[in-house]
């Protein structure tokens, strides 16, 4: 007969049998979640025929800086040891509005709805794909993280990261209006943006593995030249940002992209000075652990 205990949540198993929520890690994430809502409420006010696009500027400015919290509330949660599941499952769904409706409702509003204006069911089935790919990414990793061992929160993400894919979809619209300008409406690389959209959708989904990078800290190989070129890439970052962040942004993206590709091909040790990883991993990087379920009286096979 089976104890009581067996039918238990975990959190009363560990004699604590409280909800966490830490401070900071989701006061971050809930900037994110805000900065998601503004950038979609300056897409639905912006003026299209305004050829300086301010409020699709604006609204590109608060994806970059949803990813910035994104960013920052993992980091400081894991660095305080203030990871939890309430904090797991808010952080997603902060993501989903972010980087999954923000950037597909941007693109729609932009291109979709002109391209598709005889048959507008068509954009909104291409948006929508982006977003449910979105979704379908993190109740994923969601549950690859809530299994036992490294899980999700190990040192690879398993298909693109939705705010990776989001801040590529606004780095490439911010390149397209300060390259084309007034002639945005007229130029036929803004058609480009669907395919993306298209593209990353799958990619979301996908099994590539890309580094989650988790393992840069304050301890580093070579700490004078990489500190040397941070600080001067930072100094320029904010001397010119408004000038270079157009194009720079574009390319770190894409090479982020595209190097989920071209890394299997990669000796083990060029990725470990790429991905600043100073510890063994496994040979599949997967991060999941598969358990074998054996029969009772069973026993593993030799």
Same mark, same amino acid.
């Given at each position: 007969?089976?104890?009581?205990?067996?039918?238990?949540?975990?959190?009363?198993?560990?004699?604590?049998?409280?909800?966490?929520?830490?401070?900071? /890690?989701?006061?971050?994430? *809930? %900037?994110?979640?805000?900065?998601?809502? $503004?950038? =979609?409420?300056?897409?639905?006010?912006?003026? !299209?025929?305004?050829?300086?696009?301010?409020?699709?500027?604006?609204?590109?400015?608060?994806?970059?800086?949803?990813?910035?919290?994104?960013?920052?509330?993992?980091?400081?949660?894991?660095?305080?040891?203030?990871?939890?599941?309430?904090?797991?499952?808010?952080?997603?769904?902060?993501?989903?509005?972010?980087?999954?409706?923000?950037?597909?409702?941007?693109?729609?509003?932009?291109?979709?709805?002109?391209?598709?204006?005889?048959?507008?069911?068509?954009?909104?089935?291409?948006?929508?794909?982006?977003?449910?790919?979105?979704?379908?990414?993190?109740?994923?990793?969601?549950?690859?993280?809530?299994?036992?061992?490294?899980?999700?929160?190990?040192?690879?993400?398993?298909?693109? /990261?939705?705010?990776?894919? *989001? %801040?590529?979809?606004?780095?490439?619209? $911010?390149? =397209?209006?300060?390259?084309?300008?007034?002639? !945005?409406?007229?130029?036929?690389?803004?058609?480009?943006?669907?395919?993306?959209?298209?593209?990353?959708?799958?990619?979301?989904?996908?099994?590539?593995?890309?580094?989650?990078?988790?393992?840069?800290?304050?301890?580093?190989?070579?700490?004078?030249?990489?500190?040397?070129?941070?600080?001067?890439?930072?100094?320029?970052?904010?001397?010119?940002?408004?000038?270079?962040?157009?194009?720079?942004?574009?390319?770190?993206?894409?090479?982020?992209?595209?190097?989920?590709?071209?890394?299997?091909?990669?000796?083990?040790?060029?990725?470990?000075?790429?991905?600043?990883?100073?510890?063994?991993?496994?040979?599949?990087?997967?991060?999941?652990?598969?358990?074998?379920?054996?029969?009772?009286?069973?026993?593993?096979?030799?």
């Amino acid at each position: 007969m089976k104890s009581e205990s067996a039918h238990r949540p975990v959190a009363s198993l560990s004699g604590d049998p409280r909800l966490r929520i830490y401070l900071l /890690p989701n006061l971050l994430t *809930a %900037a994110n979640l805000f900065c998601g809502f $503004l950038a =979609l409420t300056r897409i639905v006010e912006a003026d !299209l025929s305004d050829s300086s696009y301010t409020a699709i500027k604006e609204s590109l400015f608060y994806i970059f800086l949803a990813c910035i919290c994104d960013l920052l509330d993992g980091r400081v949660a894991r660095m305080g040891g203030m990871e939890s599941p309430f904090g797991r499952e808010f952080d997603s769904l902060a993501d989903i509005v972010s980087f999954g409706v923000a950037p597909a409702f941007l693109v729609h509003r932009v291109v979709l709805r002109e391209v598709f204006r005889s048959h507008p069911e068509v954009g909104w089935f291409i948006a929508s794909v982006y977003v449910i790919c979105g979704a379908f990414r993190l109740a994923r990793f969601n549950c690859l993280a809530s299994l036992p061992g490294p899980g999700g929160g190990g040192k690879y993400f398993v298909g693109f /990261p939705i705010p990776a894919a *989001a %801040a590529m979809v606004a780095s490439l619209t $911010l390149f =397209l209006i300060e390259w084309y300008r007034t002639e !945005l409406p007229l130029t036929v690389l803004r058609f480009c943006l669907p395919a993306i959209l298209v593209f990353l959708s799958g990619m979301m989904v996908s099994e590539v593995k890309y580094p989650t990078f988790k393992s840069i800290g304050w301890r580093t190989q070579h700490p004078f030249v990489k500190t040397l070129v941070i600080v001067v890439v930072v100094g320029l970052f904010f001397l010119l940002w408004r000038n270079i962040l157009p194009f720079i942004s574009p390319l770190i993206f894409t090479a982020y992209l595209l190097y989920g590709f071209v890394r299997p091909s990669i000796s083990r040790k060029v990725q470990r000075e790429i991905e600043a990883d100073d510890e063994p991993d496994d040979e599949d990087g997967s991060g999941a652990t598969v358990t074998l379920s054996l029969p009772p009286g069973g026993s593993e096979p030799r």
